[in-house]
């Protein structure tokens, strides 16, 4: 249902066997002679074998077509198309022959043994991929933030004396206040507007409700850096002798105000607050959809019994229908907080940080890949990892909660 | 329970062990190479004497065709099969490549920055183990193979050439006006006081450039750099031999700022440079009546006007070369060139595209199309397809001295960080100290 899901999936089914809905083994084909009934411990040695030597084949060979399309894209026309669906035949079927000869394999092993090893066959892969893919690159990532500007040599604290105290300081403690900012208001503003619109909507025509669901989740569809775009049209300043392209500037310029360069008024964080309202119109309707059905699940018996015992349409919302839909809630709300902590392209696309909107994710982009200061932006996204991973600790548990309560 | 739990913490464990033993500590600083380049022959991986030369530069799309276009008459006499690559991601790329012994057997560098870097480790023949030194240097404009030099030798030769000191100005109107091109600074300021008296603003000017706002403000500075002081004290201002808040350099700002920040110079003021598009500066140039009237920018202007304009580009648009400070004084130019540079020091076809790409004889397709100017001063001019063209490729021909971009040479933090941001921080309010003071603090020590 969102992110957590598969976190909760991995840790409840770890050490267990395979959950109904992971793939199953493929099925066994029929053995020449049966294996006899009693005879359960015996170690087919041939069998395991040829698992053993499919395994290695299978890994071999789409390990090799996989670097042939990156190396001789010509062998395969240079066709993008083509070696697109190579890859997928390839990688799908690869997939299947990897675990057919793994399962045969294991399945070979003595019973006992094979009954153990089972599991684990079938988790190490997936695990091993999770591993390479983030564990390695997070460990790297701190080890690196100790290290120099190229990652050749280590050099203790000092980017970290850098960013809190040094010459990036100005840098990190603005952004770090504006991703607070963004963290106050943004996931806030969401569950709000998503609440009162996932209410309303909940009371029109079913026609009507389809199509303002439906025009409220379309934001939903369009890239970050895509919105970006749209909204700095929005924001879009021309000076006062030629027409406005901004709508906010027609606006303000028909009620009698002088055109304003809004993404550069910092007073107040205004500029910081128009980009947040991107982000809000671009997850609201993930919000609603979400909340609506949490709105439509609660049972009409509870409203009904509150409308008997005299209760206001608001006490039955606030009272009723609220506590009832809290953990719909809760999850939203945390996950727009971390979707904020990550915010990024909003920032990169209309500002890049001019007129103090810099945001920590911003900042380590420029760090990293303008100034090629790789242990200053390895130092700033270990801060950003400290300042999710208690977030991230929460949602484990409320979704733990969850689940065992239904 | 306690078994599970006690498991889970053996398997992250065993998990961070892992990782930690993958991670292998640091990454093994640069260098080495094969060859070291001074002594011997740098060498990539790919195959020498073959009649195959890989190739990778920063520009595609159009460019990219006129490039090919220009080599296919080369490639048909030598029977050599030249491969290009676009990236546009360059910079990076071509580090990443080296790191992983991948380079191509040309590099073509939109900046020196990048260029010097990697000779310093080894990895780039320098070209007077291959190329006629002499006759290369007496055809380009002076200036062009210092950009490539480092530590006594060079290691890159120009084989495009950008012109940034170029004022552009609509030329029905200017013509009607009746405005004379200006010979010195003070011809210039008398210019646009009389542009203003006229009922116009002088100045088109636009920043904007998303990521990259600012960069048009540096270009402007380094002009008054290079018009006050000259192409010793722009070197060693590049070179951070003085500092960047050293009274020059504020006073450099401090001239642009009778310009960029004082009421009626600018079309639209300050609100209007730094939100518009800097490829929009002349839009409203050619309005009747025009909005503003000169606009300082490089060659590349011509590809940003109205089609309409650039079909009839020689009776719209005028050009002059940015004025010396006094009357009598050369005016050396500002710009930008490709470096072309060899990774391949002992394949012969390689050094044999080398000496075609860095002649003068390279190019004549490209010209034609458009938009690319020869660093050769022996060029043939009639290929250029408009006396535009031919008028800023004579500015370059007639210069003194050619300096390179000073924001393309400094260190990224700065040519590409502080100083594009600072300039906006500038342009709105803060004062010439304080943003030079800034932009120094952020100098890598």
């Known amino acids: 249902m969102s992110t957590g899901t598969d976190v909760t999936a991995g840790a409840s089914r770890a050490g267990g066997a395979p959950a109904p809905g992971e793939p199953t083994p493929p099925a066994q084909p029929a053995p020449a002679s049966p294996r006899e009934p009693g ?60 675990f057919y000869f793994l399962n045969m394999f294991v399945e070979a092993m ?109 934001p939903m569809a369009i890239s970050f850096v895509g919105a970006s775009v749209v909204w700095s049209l929005i924001y879009a300043y021309d000076p006062a002798n030629e027409d406005p392209t901004g709508l906010l500037n027609a606006v303000w310029r028909a009620l009698g105000g002088e055109p304003q360069t809004w993404l550069q008024i910092s007073t107040l964080r205004l500029n910081s607050i128009l980009l947040m309202v991107i982000l809000i119109w671009l997850q609201v309707g993930f919000a609603m959809i979400l909340l609506s059905s949490a709105i439509k699940g609660v049972p009409e018996e509870t409203i009904e019994a509150a409308r008997i015992d005299g209760a206001t ?92 309560g239904r | 329970m306690r078994r599970g739990s006690g498991r889970r913490w053996a398997a992250s464990g065993v998990a961070v062990l892992a990782a930690m033993a993958l991670t292998g500590c640091l990454q093994q600083p640069g260098g080495g190479g094969s060859g070291e380049g001074l002594n011997g022959y740098v060498d990539n991986a790919s195959a020498d004497g073959d009649g195959k030369v890989t190739m990778l530069g920063a520009f595609a799309g159009e460019e990219q065709a006129a490039f090919e276009k220009s080599l296919a008459q080369f490639e048909k006499d030598s029977g050599i099969d030249i491969a290009y690559t676009a990236d546009a991601d360059f910079t990076t790329t071509i580090k990443q490549k080296v790191r992983s ?37 007496s055809t380009l404009v002076p200036g062009f193979l210092e950009a490539a030099r480092l530590n006594g030798r060079v290691y890159g030769a120009p084989m495009r050439m950008a012109n940034k000191s170029i004022v552009w100005y609509p030329k029905q109107a200017w013509d009607k006006a009746g405005y004379q091109v200006p ?29 990259a706002t600012g960069w048009v403000g540096t270009d402007w500075i380094e002009q008054f750099m290079l018009m006050l002081y000259g192409p010793d004290v722009y070197d060693q201002w590049v070179k951070h031999e003085i500092p960047f808040d050293d009274p020059k350099v504020v006073a450099a700002f401090d001239a642009f700022d009778k310009i960029a920040r004082t009421d009626g110079e600018v079309y639209g003021g300050v609100k209007t440079v730094v939100n518009t598009p800097f490829a929009e500066a002349m839009v409203p ?64 076809d390689a050094i044999k595209v080398m000496e075609f790409l860095t002649s003068d004889k390279f190019g004549a397709e490209w010209a034609q199309a458009g938009g690319w100017l020869s660093p050769h001063t022996t060029f043939d001019e009639s290929n250029y397809p408009d006396q535009t063209t031919k008028d800023i490729a004579d500015m370059a021909k007639n210069a003194p001295e050619f300096v390179f971009d000073a924001s393309d040479a400094m260190p990224k933090e700065v040519g590409s960080g502080t100083f594009w941001t600072g300039m906006v921080e500038w342009v709105q309010g803060k004062s010439s100290e304080d943003t030079t003071k800034a932009i120094e603090s952020s100098w890598p020590q």
């Open chain 2, 101 to 137: 012994g991948d380079t191509p057997d040309i590099g073509l560098f939109p900046q020196p920055g990048g260029l010097l870097e990697l000779a310093d480790q080894g990895y780039v023949q320098p070209i007077d183990t291959y190329l006629d030194y002499d006759q290369l240097e």
């Open chain 1, 39 to 98: 005879d359960p411990d015996r170690m087919h040695l041939a069998k395991m074998l040829i698992g053993l030597g499919g395994v290695i084949v299978v890994v071999w060979f789409i390990g090799n077509l996989f670097l042939a399309m990156a190396y001789h894209p010509d062998w395969f026309g240079s066709s993008r198309i083509l070696i697109g669906v190579i890859a997928l035949i390839a990688g799908v079927a690869g997939a299947w022959l990897f």
């Open chain 2, 285 to 348: 140039a050619f309005k009747d009546p025009p909005g503003c009237m000169l606009e300082r920018q490089g060659n590349f202007e011509i590809s940003f006007l109205d089609p309409k304009i650039q079909d009839d580009l020689d009776n719209q648009i005028g050009v002059f070369q940015w004025p010396a400070e006094k009357a009598g004084e050369e005016q050396p130019l500002l710009g930008g060139a490709d470096l072309a540079a060899l990774f391949n020091g002992n394949d012969e």
């Open chain 1, 110 to 218: 003595p019973g006992r043994l094979s009954r153990g090893v089972m599991p684990y066959a079938f988790l190490v892969p997936g695990i091993g991929l999770i591993g390479l893919m983030l564990i390695y690159p997070t460990v790297q990532t701190i080890n690196f933030a100790f290290a120099n500007s190229d990652s050749t040599a280590y050099v203790g604290l000092d980017n970290f004396k850098d960013i809190f105290t040094g010459g990036t300081s100005d840098e990190f403690w603005l952004a770090i206040s504006n991703n607070i900012l963004w963290l106050i208001i943004v996931p806030a503003v969401t569950v709000v507007v998503g609440v009162i619109v996932a209410v309303l909507a909940d009371k029109l025509s079913p026609q009507g409700e389809k199509v303002s669901k439906s025009t409220i989740f379309l």
């Open chain 2, 183 to 211: 010979e010195t600074m003070a011809d210039l300021e008398k210019l646009t006081a009389q542009i203003k008296s006229d009922g116009t603003t002088p100045w088109c000017m636009a920043w904007g450039s998303d990521q």
């Open chain 1, 313 to 404: 349409e608001w006490k039955i919302f606030s009272q009723v229908v609220i506590p009832q839909i809290r953990g719909t809630i809760i999850t939203v709300f945390i996950t727009v907080v971390i979707l904020v902590l990550k915010v990024f392209d909003i920032v990169y696309v209309l500002t890049n940080g001019r007129d103090k909107t810099n945001v920590i994710a911003n900042l380590f982009f420029n760090e990293l890949v303008n100034n090629e200061q790789a242990g200053v932006a390895s130092a700033i996204v270990v801060v950003l990892l400290i300042a999710v991973t208690p977030i991230l600790i929460y949602q484990v548990r409320h979704f733990r909660r969850e689940e065992m």
